[in-house]
């Protein structure tokens, strides 16, 4: 920033600017056993102010603790590590909704077993909001530190640690179950295609008909399942030995592999649609199956291993895109990946051997498997652009937008849809006679993916599947593709390099040193608009008065306009970061919005927003700043408008 601005003007301003402090928070610890303590974080409020709950509902910042050295080494903390006290559940005229939160005193208590024989610095920090009932300050994140005393090693209890990472495991336990089901679903999937759903006839009638009883039938089939899921069990063990569980959860952020798992995925999806087969030596297939031919139990599981050599070519996509997916589950991640996938495959064998008269309610083998295998390989190409965008977005590149990959999703589902409809045909296809219930069923699913993405290249969110395109900010134009045309058009604004979209369409800039720039250049004063994404007053003053057409078109044509968000969140660089003081207190500056939030504080003493100044090209103000509360109307604001315009002309 070239200069702070110091130069105060208007008596109404001196009298009205005011740096607001309503919330005091004092931290202190207490002893509860040899090894346990209990962090406490009090919070007083001044009157009319209220602080969050940690789910305050849609609307607010939720009140949220951070320790920033989660060390399991030196101390534990349980799953549901931050108490609080009943909140109070009201309406809030803010947000216009129910919300949870604490007025004039509450306390969030924290217990943590420690763990370390040496004394250590335990850190974090509290996020928080603020608001009455008129206005929110923006979030505050307030540093914390604990002096923590070691223990004495023998106090130490083996069984923290135990506790600790079986605790681990229960918060990962929902995300290993849905782990397990859409293990269990691929090998579903993998069981209707024509490498292995033939065989189930196959190997069950031979079990039935080698086993001297049906009894011994049966239990061979069961044996035979079994093994299945030994071998399948056994693969996620040694990937998860062979890479370990660091490695595993790295793979989730690293460039290298996510752009091989993208070429992986391209192959596999290519193999399903019938380009190449991918198919393991032939000389091992060949030494299982004459190991099947000791009889027993080892001949019965050698059978099973040959089974998965032989449907390898269909199998093997679909278990290595699981072993993908289950990488992000660290250690046990890819062993309940394949623990699933392996139940849905033996299941079927053990059950028709029970039962060998429900095989002939079995559908008879045809070219509906080849259909199945077909759309595997259409989801697993579209799943692949899921990991280069990873990476892309890692790098930072901008090659793969929202929009170029909301657009090969399109092409990917239409082309599954015309599929099948019967209108593309591949290379192992059978003649499609008549479209069955359940493949229409399919096509109308997909069909109504394609057309639901379209609006997505215009900037819709896609509620649907917002977890797999890159996110809204990343995109090559703000309001997608064709977005700067319409503005240009319709509504005489254009964009000019540093600005963004903005509240009702404008151009806006974010930097305040860029907009100065952009300002000398074209000779208009510059307009700043001290702003946050969790400012309801911001909102209302957008959409109620910048909407009016008049206020619209002197933002848009008569002031540079810079929004300073005061609550954003990206940090700084290392070496933008500074210690400064605000309103007396010491204030770190480590993100975007402490940037701006100190800006507005130290040189126009107030942390409140919206609030609007209007400076001339030399960083003066021309009229005395704006708020919603005095100015929250059309013809305030336009007034306000017009008399600084009038002063900087």
């Known amino acids: 920033m070239k200069k702070l601005i110091v130069f105060f003007t208007a008596i109404t301003f001196i009298s009205s600017a005011q740096i607001f402090d309503p919330v005091k928070w004092d931290f202190s610890q207490k002893k509860l056993d040899e090894n346990k303590i209990e962090l406490s974080f009090k919070a007083t409020i001044d009157e009319g102010w209220y602080i969050y709950s940690q789910d305050a509902g849609e609307g607010p910042v939720s009140t949220e603790f951070t320790f920033f050295d989660p060390s399991p080494d030196r101390y534990f903390v349980e799953e549901n590590w931050v108490q609080e006290q009943v909140p109070i559940e009201e309406f809030d005229p803010n947000f216009d909704a129910v919300l949870k939160y604490f007025k004039n005193e509450t306390v969030f208590n ?100 080698q086993s001297k009883t049906k009894a011994r039938g049966i239990v061979n089939a069961i044996i035979y399942g079994i093994s299945i899921i030994i071998i399948y069990v056994a693969l996620g063990v040694g990937v998860s030995s062979v890479f370990g569980a660091d490695a595993l959860n790295n793979m989730a952020t690293n460039v290298y592999f996510n752009i091989g798992f993208f070429l992986l995925l391209i192959i596999f999806g290519a193999s399903f649609l019938g380009a190449f087969e991918l198919q393991l030596p032939a000389s091992w297939v060949n030494k299982s199956d004459k190991a099947s031919d000791k009889g027993g139990l080892i001949g019965i599981f050698f059978m099973a291993f040959t089974l998965a050599l032989v449907s390898f070519s269909c199998t093997g996509p679909i278990v290595g895109t699981l072993l993908v997916e289950a990488s992000t589950g660290g250690y046990f991640g890819p062993i309940i990946g394949m623990l699933g996938f392996s139940l849905a495959i033996a299941l079927p064998f053990a059950l028709f051997a029970a039962f060998p008269g429900w095989l002939n309610s079995l559908p008879q083998s045809g070219g509906w498997l080849n259909s199945v295998k077909v759309t595997l390989g259409f989801l697993e190409i579209a799943l692949a652009f899921k990991f280069l965008s990873n990476a892309d977005l890692v790098l930072q590149a901008h090659l793969l937008e929202r929009e170029l990959f909301i657009a090969i999703w399109i092409v990917i589902f239409g082309l599954l ?102 300002a000398k250049k074209v000779n208009k004063p510059l307009m700043i608009d001290f702003t946050g994404h969790a400012c309801v007053n911001c909102r209302k003053m957008e959409e109620q008065v910048w909407s009016d057409q008049y206020v619209k078109d002197m933002l848009a044509n008569e002031v540079v306009l810079v929004s300073l968000y005061v609550d954003e969140r990206i940090s700084l660089p290392e070496s933008e970061q500074y210690v400064t003081t605000m309103a007396g207190k010491e204030k770190k500056v480590k993100t975007t919005g402490d940037k701006w939030m100190v800006f507005q504080a130290n040189t126009f003493g107030t942390n409140s927003q919206p609030y609007y100044v209007m400076l001339d090209l030399n960083e003066k103000q021309l009229i005395e700043p704006a708020n919603y509360q005095d100015y929250g109307s059309v013809s305030l604001f336009t007034d306000w408008l017009e008399r600084g315009l009038k002063l900087f002309n």
């Open 417 to 518: 849809t015309m599929y099948l409809l019967g209108f593309l045909k591949f290379a192992h296809d059978s003649d499609l006679k008549y479209i069955s219930v359940s493949r229409l069923s399919v096509a109308i699913l997909t069909g109504t993916l394609t057309i639901y993405m379209i609006p997505g290249l215009w900037g819709a969110p896609l509620k649907i599947i917002n977890a797999f395109p890159p996110p809204m900010q990343y995109s090559e134009s703000p309001q997608g593709v064709g977005g700067s045309q319409i503005i240009s058009s319709h509504s005489g604004i254009s964009s000019h390099e540093g600005q963004h979209i903005g509240p009702q369409g404008l151009m806006v800039f974010h930097d305040y040193d860029e907009a100065l720039v952009h």
């Open 110 to 209: 924290v217990k943590i077993d420690v763990l370390s024989t040496e004394d250590f610095v335990l850190k974090g920090e509290v996020y928080y909001m603020t608001c009455d009932s008129t206005q929110c300050l923006p979030p505050e994140a307030l540093e914390f530190s604990f002096d923590i005393e070691g223990v004495d090693g023998s106090l130490i209890d083996k069984s923290l640690t135990e506790e600790s990472k079986s605790s681990d495991g229960s918060s990962s336990g929902k995300s290993m179950w849905a782990l397990f089901f859409i293990a269990f679903l691929s090998g579903f999937a993998a069981l209707l295609t024509p490498c292995v759903f033939p065989m189930i006839p196959l190997t069950v009638s031979f079990f039935t008909k």
